[in-house]
Each structure stands twice: as C-alpha cells, then as structure tokens.
C-alpha cells in the first residue's frame, strides 16, 4: 500500500479470535506514522515493523512531506474482519510532531 504525502486512513480495528485478526505493517520506502488510539505516534521508516492486536483502534498512512509505502497484512483466523471507523482528523494529524523527534520507535 503506497500512501502519498499528508495521505493517511480512517481510525480502524482489525478483529479476529483465536490468534486472528493481528495486523503486521512493514514499512518498505518513504517516512510515515502508525498510532494506536490514546497512544504516541510511532515513526515509520524502511524496514520498521509494527505489530497491531487484534481489537487496537488505530491509522497510518503517510508523513505531511513523504510518501511512504508499506506491506499490511492480517494473522489469519476465524472471525478475521476490518471495522473502520472515523476519519483521522486534521487536528490530530496536525498535531504529530514534523522532525520526528520524542516519538516511539518500534
């Protein structure tokens, strides 16, 4: 999935039982942020790794100056499913740091 600079998609909660319903992000060109909800952005750059629970409300996409392009996948499982949400909002895109600085690194 490739993201074009500012782009970024709708809070969303992958589900799944049993072990299904994990999302994997591997970032493989470009800067962009993975945020989980009420937690800090995590930087994405190539060959960053992000592991989201099953049940975590989350976005990524990419940074306001780059593109960046990740593969996404889902741990497979009974009961595997996207629930999107709301859009992030520009507020809180707005507010991400723009250096990269005092962010979690994965």
């Known amino acids: 999935m490739t993201f074009e600079p500012g782009c970024r998609n709708n809070w ?13 992000l591997l970032c493989t060109a470009g800067s962009g942020w993975f945020q989980a909800d009420g937690e800090e952005p995590v930087s994405l750059v190539p060959g960053t790794v992000v592991r989201v629970p099953a049940g ?8 306001a100056d780059s593109w960046c392009s990740h593969i ?16 992030v909002t520009d507020e809180v ?3 991400l740091p723009t250096n990269g600085d005092n962010v979690c690194r994965s």
């Open 72 to 87: 996404a996948f889902i741990t497979p499982g009974e009961g595997a499913r996207t629930e999107w949400l709301e859009p």
């Open 56 to 63: 975590t409300k989350h976005w990524h996409g990419a940074k």
């Open 12 to 24: 969303h909660i992958h589900h799944g039982i049993d072990g299904g319903g994990d999302q994997i």
């Open 93 to 95: 895109y707005g507010a």
